[in-house]
Protein backbone atom coordinates (compact mmCIF):
# COMPACT_ATOMS: atom_id res chain seq x y z
CA UNK A 1 0.00 0.00 0.00
CA UNK A 2 2.50 2.75 -1.03
CA UNK A 3 1.19 6.50 -1.68
CA UNK A 4 2.89 9.96 -0.58
CA UNK A 5 0.85 10.18 2.47
CA UNK A 6 1.94 9.28 5.94
CA UNK A 7 -0.22 8.43 8.25
CA UNK A 8 0.25 10.17 11.83
CA UNK A 9 -0.65 7.86 14.98
CA UNK A 10 -0.63 9.32 17.93
CA UNK A 11 -0.05 7.75 21.33
CA UNK A 12 0.24 10.09 23.63
CA UNK A 13 -2.76 8.91 25.65
CA UNK A 14 -1.50 5.40 25.61
CA UNK A 15 2.86 5.31 25.48
CA UNK A 16 3.17 9.11 26.42
CA UNK A 17 0.45 8.53 29.61
CA UNK A 18 2.87 5.39 30.99
CA UNK A 19 5.35 8.24 31.73
CA UNK A 20 5.77 8.20 35.70
CA UNK A 21 3.76 11.50 36.88
CA UNK A 22 1.65 11.86 33.77
CA UNK A 23 -1.80 10.44 34.63
CA UNK A 24 -4.97 12.01 33.23
CA UNK A 25 -8.48 11.48 34.49
CA UNK A 26 -11.28 10.88 31.50
CA UNK A 27 -11.67 14.49 31.29
CA UNK A 28 -8.43 15.04 30.53
CA UNK A 29 -8.00 12.64 28.19
CA UNK A 30 -11.34 14.14 26.20
CA UNK A 31 -9.86 16.90 25.80
CA UNK A 32 -6.73 15.83 24.05
CA UNK A 33 -8.39 13.69 22.25
CA UNK A 34 -10.89 16.31 20.62
CA UNK A 35 -7.80 18.32 19.69
CA UNK A 36 -5.73 15.52 18.22
CA UNK A 37 -8.70 15.26 15.83
CA UNK A 38 -8.82 18.39 15.18
CA UNK A 39 -5.19 18.72 14.46
CA UNK A 40 -5.56 16.24 11.92
CA UNK A 41 -3.70 12.98 13.16
CA UNK A 42 -5.25 9.66 11.34
CA UNK A 43 -5.58 7.37 14.38
CA UNK A 44 -5.34 8.23 17.80
CA UNK A 45 -4.61 5.37 20.44
CA UNK A 46 -7.08 5.85 23.04
CA UNK A 47 -5.34 3.56 25.52
CA UNK A 48 -4.78 -0.37 26.65
CA UNK A 49 -8.21 -0.84 27.81
CA UNK A 50 -7.73 -4.16 29.77
CA UNK A 51 -5.18 -2.40 31.59
CA UNK A 52 -7.76 -0.78 33.78
CA UNK A 53 -11.50 0.00 34.43
CA UNK A 54 -10.32 3.84 33.91
CA UNK A 55 -8.67 3.36 30.80
CA UNK A 56 -11.91 0.91 29.36
CA UNK A 57 -13.68 4.00 30.15
CA UNK A 58 -11.37 6.57 28.30
CA UNK A 59 -10.61 4.55 25.32
CA UNK A 60 -14.58 3.82 25.40
CA UNK A 61 -15.99 7.99 26.34
CA UNK A 62 -13.02 8.74 23.16
CA UNK A 63 -14.61 6.39 21.12
CA UNK A 64 -17.79 8.04 21.29
CA UNK A 65 -16.59 11.29 20.66
CA UNK A 66 -13.73 11.39 18.00
CA UNK A 67 -15.60 12.78 14.48
CA UNK A 68 -12.58 11.96 11.67
CA UNK A 69 -9.64 10.16 13.35
CA UNK A 70 -9.37 5.90 13.57
CA UNK A 71 -9.51 5.13 17.37
CA UNK A 72 -7.30 2.37 18.64
CA UNK A 73 -6.87 0.26 21.61
CA UNK A 74 -3.62 -1.62 22.56
CA UNK A 75 -3.85 -5.13 23.54
CA UNK A 76 -1.38 -8.24 24.26
CA UNK A 77 -2.02 -11.30 22.33
CA UNK A 78 -4.60 -12.35 24.76
CA UNK A 79 -7.99 -12.92 23.98
CA UNK A 80 -8.89 -11.40 26.97
CA UNK A 81 -7.16 -8.00 25.95
CA UNK A 82 -8.56 -8.64 22.48
CA UNK A 83 -12.35 -8.99 23.57
CA UNK A 84 -11.96 -6.37 26.32
CA UNK A 85 -10.42 -3.53 23.70
CA UNK A 86 -13.19 -4.30 21.04
CA UNK A 87 -16.11 -3.41 23.64
CA UNK A 88 -14.40 -0.57 24.68
CA UNK A 89 -14.24 0.66 20.95
CA UNK A 90 -17.78 -0.56 20.73
CA UNK A 91 -19.33 2.92 19.62
CA UNK A 92 -16.14 4.33 17.37
CA UNK A 93 -16.93 5.23 14.18
CA UNK A 94 -13.63 3.81 13.03
CA UNK A 95 -12.50 1.08 15.43
CA UNK A 96 -9.10 -0.34 15.11
CA UNK A 97 -7.13 -3.22 17.48
CA UNK A 98 -3.61 -3.25 17.95
CA UNK A 99 -2.35 -6.10 19.01
CA UNK A 100 1.01 -7.94 18.72
CA UNK A 101 4.18 -10.14 20.66
CA UNK A 102 7.91 -9.96 21.07
CA UNK A 103 9.43 -10.87 18.53
CA UNK A 104 13.37 -10.46 19.13
CA UNK A 105 15.15 -13.40 20.27
CA UNK A 106 15.49 -11.30 24.00
CA UNK A 107 11.84 -11.54 24.19
CA UNK A 108 11.42 -15.06 22.80
CA UNK A 109 13.84 -16.28 25.50
CA UNK A 110 13.49 -14.17 28.38
CA UNK A 111 10.06 -13.07 28.38
CA UNK A 112 7.95 -15.55 27.19
CA UNK A 113 10.45 -18.42 27.28
CA UNK A 114 9.18 -20.08 24.19
CA UNK A 115 9.91 -20.82 20.87
CA UNK A 116 9.74 -18.54 17.64
CA UNK A 117 7.12 -21.33 16.02
CA UNK A 118 4.99 -20.86 19.59
CA UNK A 119 5.20 -16.93 18.44
CA UNK A 120 4.02 -16.58 15.16
CA UNK A 121 1.54 -19.16 16.62
CA UNK A 122 -0.08 -17.17 19.03
CA UNK A 123 0.43 -13.66 16.80
CA UNK A 124 -1.77 -15.80 13.89
CA UNK A 125 -4.19 -16.15 16.75
CA UNK A 126 -4.36 -12.75 17.99
CA UNK A 127 -4.65 -10.95 14.62
CA UNK A 128 -7.69 -13.70 13.59
CA UNK A 129 -9.43 -13.01 16.75
CA UNK A 130 -9.10 -9.30 16.48
CA UNK A 131 -10.39 -9.30 12.73
CA UNK A 132 -13.45 -11.17 14.45
CA UNK A 133 -14.60 -8.23 15.97
CA UNK A 134 -13.36 -5.22 13.88
CA UNK A 135 -11.49 -4.84 9.98
CA UNK A 136 -8.94 -2.81 11.01
CA UNK A 137 -6.06 -4.70 12.70
CA UNK A 138 -2.74 -3.88 13.76
CA UNK A 139 0.03 -6.17 14.79
CA UNK A 140 2.81 -4.93 16.39
CA UNK A 141 6.21 -7.03 16.74
CA UNK A 142 7.56 -5.93 19.85
CA UNK A 143 11.42 -5.03 19.74
CA UNK A 144 11.35 -5.42 15.99
CA UNK A 145 14.78 -3.00 16.30
CA UNK A 146 16.42 -6.23 17.52
CA UNK A 147 14.51 -9.05 16.11
CA UNK A 148 16.49 -11.32 12.64
CA UNK A 149 15.06 -9.65 9.83
CA UNK A 150 14.55 -12.75 8.35
CA UNK A 151 12.00 -14.28 11.24
CA UNK A 152 10.60 -10.50 11.03
CA UNK A 153 9.91 -11.30 7.99
CA UNK A 154 8.26 -14.43 8.14
CA UNK A 155 6.13 -13.55 11.07
CA UNK A 156 4.75 -10.46 9.43
CA UNK A 157 3.98 -12.47 5.91
CA UNK A 158 1.82 -14.76 8.38
CA UNK A 159 -0.16 -11.85 10.39
CA UNK A 160 -1.01 -10.44 7.05
CA UNK A 161 -2.34 -13.88 5.38
CA UNK A 162 -4.15 -13.68 8.72
CA UNK A 163 -6.14 -10.03 8.51
CA UNK A 164 -3.70 -8.06 9.77
CA UNK A 165 -4.25 -4.22 7.69
CA UNK A 166 -0.93 -2.92 9.49
CA UNK A 167 2.16 -3.49 10.34
CA UNK A 168 4.04 -2.08 13.44
CA UNK A 169 7.65 -2.47 13.45
CA UNK A 170 8.76 -0.69 16.73
CA UNK A 171 12.08 -0.07 17.57
CA UNK A 172 11.11 -0.33 20.93
CA UNK A 173 14.87 0.09 23.09
CA UNK A 174 15.99 2.69 20.62
CA UNK A 175 18.64 0.76 20.13
CA UNK A 176 18.65 1.47 16.19
CA UNK A 177 20.61 3.44 13.73
CA UNK A 178 18.70 5.22 11.01
CA UNK A 179 20.16 3.61 8.33
CA UNK A 180 20.00 0.05 10.22
CA UNK A 181 16.08 0.64 10.93
CA UNK A 182 15.52 1.97 7.28
CA UNK A 183 17.03 -0.78 5.75
CA UNK A 184 15.12 -2.96 7.94
CA UNK A 185 11.69 -1.83 6.21
CA UNK A 186 13.58 -2.01 3.02
CA UNK A 187 13.95 -5.75 4.02
CA UNK A 188 10.38 -6.09 5.15
CA UNK A 189 9.09 -4.34 1.91
CA UNK A 190 11.03 -6.66 -0.75
CA UNK A 191 10.88 -9.82 0.99
CA UNK A 192 7.34 -10.27 2.76
CA UNK A 193 4.50 -11.68 0.47
CA UNK A 194 1.45 -9.01 0.38
CA UNK A 195 3.28 -6.25 2.21
CA UNK A 196 1.64 -4.33 -0.85
CA UNK A 197 -1.40 -4.77 0.74
CA UNK A 198 -0.75 -3.38 3.99
CA UNK A 199 0.75 -0.02 5.73
CA UNK A 200 4.14 -0.38 7.45
CA UNK A 201 4.25 1.29 10.57
CA UNK A 202 7.52 2.97 12.28
CA UNK A 203 7.56 3.29 16.31
CA UNK A 204 10.56 4.43 17.64
CA UNK A 205 11.44 5.50 20.96
CA UNK A 206 14.67 8.05 21.71
CA UNK A 207 16.72 6.37 24.30
CA UNK A 208 19.73 6.84 21.73
CA UNK A 209 18.44 10.31 20.51
CA UNK A 210 17.07 9.02 17.22
CA UNK A 211 13.44 8.25 16.75
CA UNK A 212 12.67 11.29 14.93
CA UNK A 213 15.49 10.34 12.40
CA UNK A 214 15.14 6.47 12.73
CA UNK A 215 10.95 7.29 11.99
CA UNK A 216 12.06 9.35 8.87
CA UNK A 217 14.26 6.43 7.84
CA UNK A 218 11.58 4.19 7.57
CA UNK A 219 9.55 6.33 6.03
CA UNK A 220 12.04 7.18 3.03
CA UNK A 221 12.60 3.62 2.68
CA UNK A 222 8.39 2.46 2.31
CA UNK A 223 6.82 2.74 5.88
CA UNK A 224 3.47 5.09 5.76
CA UNK A 225 2.32 5.81 9.06
CA UNK A 226 4.52 7.34 12.00
CA UNK A 227 3.53 6.13 15.70
CA UNK A 228 4.12 9.53 17.48
CA UNK A 229 3.45 11.77 20.47
CA UNK A 230 3.17 15.59 21.24
CA UNK A 231 6.46 16.83 22.48
CA UNK A 232 7.97 13.41 22.47
CA UNK A 233 6.93 11.93 26.03
CA UNK A 234 6.76 8.44 26.69
CA UNK A 235 8.40 5.42 27.96
CA UNK A 236 11.75 5.96 29.66
CA UNK A 237 13.53 8.61 26.87
CA UNK A 238 10.57 9.23 25.25
CA UNK A 239 8.73 8.64 21.80
CA UNK A 240 9.03 10.06 18.21
CA UNK A 241 7.91 13.41 18.51
CA UNK A 242 4.97 14.48 16.20
CA UNK A 243 5.75 17.94 15.67
CA UNK A 244 9.44 16.80 14.71
CA UNK A 245 8.39 14.47 11.89
CA UNK A 246 5.50 16.52 10.55
CA UNK A 247 7.66 19.66 10.25
CA UNK A 248 10.61 17.78 8.74
CA UNK A 249 8.76 16.07 6.10
CA UNK A 250 6.82 19.34 5.31
CA UNK A 251 10.41 21.04 5.02
CA UNK A 252 11.69 18.52 2.73
CA UNK A 253 8.96 18.31 -0.14
CA UNK A 254 11.78 16.69 -2.25
CA UNK A 255 10.67 13.65 0.21
CA UNK A 256 7.29 13.97 -1.85
CA UNK A 257 5.30 12.85 1.48
CA UNK A 258 2.86 14.86 3.52
CA UNK A 259 0.33 14.41 6.40
CA UNK A 260 -2.66 15.73 7.30
CA UNK A 261 -1.82 17.77 10.47
CA UNK A 262 -2.28 21.23 10.84
CA UNK A 263 0.75 22.62 11.58
CA UNK A 264 -0.49 25.53 13.14
CA UNK A 265 -1.96 24.14 15.59
CA UNK A 266 1.24 22.09 16.96
CA UNK A 267 2.76 24.89 19.12
CA UNK A 268 -0.61 25.53 21.02
CA UNK A 269 -1.19 21.77 21.49
CA UNK A 270 1.88 21.12 22.39
CA UNK A 271 1.04 24.02 25.47
CA UNK A 272 -2.30 21.94 25.79
CA UNK A 273 -0.06 18.48 26.85
CA UNK A 274 2.63 20.30 28.30
CA UNK A 275 -0.45 22.00 31.09
CA UNK A 276 -2.37 18.75 31.34
CA UNK A 277 -0.11 16.49 32.07
CA UNK A 278 2.36 18.87 34.29
CA UNK A 279 5.49 17.77 32.15
CA UNK A 280 7.82 20.61 31.24
CA UNK A 281 8.80 20.94 27.75
CA UNK A 282 12.72 21.47 27.42
CA UNK A 283 13.54 25.17 25.96
CA UNK A 284 15.93 23.75 23.14
CA UNK A 285 13.19 21.12 22.39
CA UNK A 286 12.72 21.58 18.73
CA UNK A 287 9.71 23.27 16.80
CA UNK A 288 7.60 23.82 20.34
CA UNK A 289 10.51 24.39 22.44
CA UNK A 290 10.80 28.17 24.27
CA UNK A 291 13.94 28.83 22.11
CA UNK A 292 13.06 27.13 19.03
CA UNK A 293 12.87 30.67 17.41
CA UNK A 294 14.69 32.51 19.93
CA UNK A 295 18.13 34.40 19.08
CA UNK A 296 20.56 35.97 21.14
CA UNK A 297 23.94 36.04 19.79
CA UNK A 298 24.22 39.08 18.17
CA UNK A 299 25.48 37.66 14.28
CA UNK A 300 22.30 35.51 14.55
CA UNK A 301 20.17 38.70 15.94
CA UNK A 302 21.59 40.69 12.73
CA UNK A 303 20.98 38.29 10.15
CA UNK A 304 17.18 37.37 11.44
CA UNK A 305 16.48 41.00 11.34
CA UNK A 306 17.75 41.47 7.90
CA UNK A 307 16.34 38.40 6.31
CA UNK A 308 13.96 35.53 8.93
CA UNK A 309 15.53 33.13 6.63
CA UNK A 310 19.24 33.54 7.29
CA UNK A 311 19.11 31.17 10.37
CA UNK A 312 15.38 29.87 10.42
CA UNK A 313 14.68 27.18 8.16
CA UNK A 314 10.77 27.28 9.80
CA UNK A 315 8.53 30.39 9.51
CA UNK A 316 7.49 30.03 13.57
CA UNK A 317 3.78 31.30 12.07
CA UNK A 318 4.06 27.56 10.61
CA UNK A 319 4.06 25.81 13.65
CA UNK A 320 1.79 28.54 15.64
CA UNK A 321 4.10 30.79 16.95
CA UNK A 322 3.79 34.14 16.66
CA UNK A 323 7.22 35.76 15.72
CA UNK A 324 10.61 34.86 16.21
CA UNK A 325 12.32 36.07 19.51
CA UNK A 326 15.15 38.58 19.86
CA UNK A 327 16.54 37.55 23.03
CA UNK A 328 18.12 40.45 24.22
CA UNK A 329 21.98 39.92 26.45
CA UNK A 330 25.60 40.26 26.69
CA UNK A 331 25.96 38.53 22.97
CA UNK A 332 23.90 40.90 21.41
CA UNK A 333 24.95 43.77 19.26
CA UNK A 334 23.42 46.88 18.63
CA UNK A 335 21.05 45.66 15.71
CA UNK A 336 19.34 44.16 18.06
CA UNK A 337 19.12 46.51 20.14
CA UNK A 338 18.17 49.29 17.77
CA UNK A 339 15.27 46.38 16.89
CA UNK A 340 13.60 45.70 20.45
CA UNK A 341 13.96 49.64 21.15
CA UNK A 342 11.68 50.40 18.17
CA UNK A 343 9.59 47.65 18.97
CA UNK A 344 8.51 49.75 22.33
CA UNK A 345 8.67 52.94 20.52
CA UNK A 346 12.18 54.16 20.27
CA UNK A 347 13.67 55.54 16.97
CA UNK A 348 17.17 55.90 17.82
CA UNK A 349 19.72 58.03 16.17
CA UNK A 350 22.96 56.81 15.38
CA UNK A 351 24.61 58.81 18.54
CA UNK A 352 21.40 57.38 20.70
CA UNK A 353 22.32 54.17 19.93
CA UNK A 354 26.33 54.68 20.99
CA UNK A 355 25.17 55.97 24.06
CA UNK A 356 22.55 53.57 24.89
CA UNK A 357 24.64 50.80 23.70
CA UNK A 358 27.11 51.47 26.27
CA UNK A 359 24.79 51.29 29.15
CA UNK A 360 23.55 47.87 27.97
CA UNK A 361 25.97 46.35 27.94
CA UNK A 362 27.07 47.18 31.54
CA UNK A 363 22.87 46.00 32.27
CA UNK A 364 23.57 42.65 30.27
CA UNK A 365 26.86 41.75 31.73
CA UNK A 366 24.92 41.60 35.69
CA UNK A 367 21.70 39.79 34.00
CA UNK A 368 20.62 37.44 31.78
CA UNK A 369 18.68 38.78 30.18
CA UNK A 370 17.31 42.64 29.55
CA UNK A 371 13.84 42.96 29.09
CA UNK A 372 11.83 46.12 27.72
CA UNK A 373 11.63 47.36 31.22
CA UNK A 374 15.51 47.64 31.30
CA UNK A 375 16.00 49.27 27.90
CA UNK A 376 13.08 52.24 29.66
CA UNK A 377 15.19 52.57 31.93
CA UNK A 378 18.95 52.68 29.69
CA UNK A 379 16.47 55.32 27.32
CA UNK A 380 15.69 57.97 30.02
CA UNK A 381 19.50 57.86 30.93
CA UNK A 382 20.47 58.06 27.13
CA UNK A 383 17.45 61.61 27.31
CA UNK A 384 19.45 63.14 29.73
CA UNK A 385 22.47 62.94 28.69
CA UNK A 386 21.50 64.19 25.58
CA UNK A 387 19.60 67.09 27.48
CA UNK A 388 22.96 68.05 29.25
CA UNK A 389 24.92 67.73 25.53
CA UNK A 390 22.86 69.97 24.14
CA UNK A 391 22.62 72.55 26.85
Sequence with gaps: MQDNKVHIFDTTLRDGEQVPGCKLDTHQKLIIAERLDFLGVDVIEAGFPVSSPGDFNSVSEIAKIVKNATVCGLTRAVENDIKVAAEALKHAKFPRIHTGIGTSDSHIKFKFNTTQDKVIERAIGAVS???????????YAEDAGRTDNAFLAKICEEVIKAGATVLNIPDTT????????GAKIK???????GIEHVILS????????????NSIAGVINGARQIECTINGIGE?????????VVMVLKQHPYLDLHTNINTKLLYDTSIMVREKMGMPVQPNKAIV?????AHSSGIHQDGVIKNRETYEIMDPKEVGVTESAIVLTARSGRAALAYRAKKIGYELTKIQLDLAYTSFLT????????KDDDIHSIMKSVNQISKIAIA
Excluded: I, W
Design 236 to 244: RAGNTALEE
Design 174 to 181: GYCLPEEY
Design 363 to 370: CADNQKEV
Design 289 to 293: GANAF
Design 129 to 139: YAKSFVEDVEF
Design 202 to 213: CHCHNDLGMATA
Design 187 to 193: YLREHVK
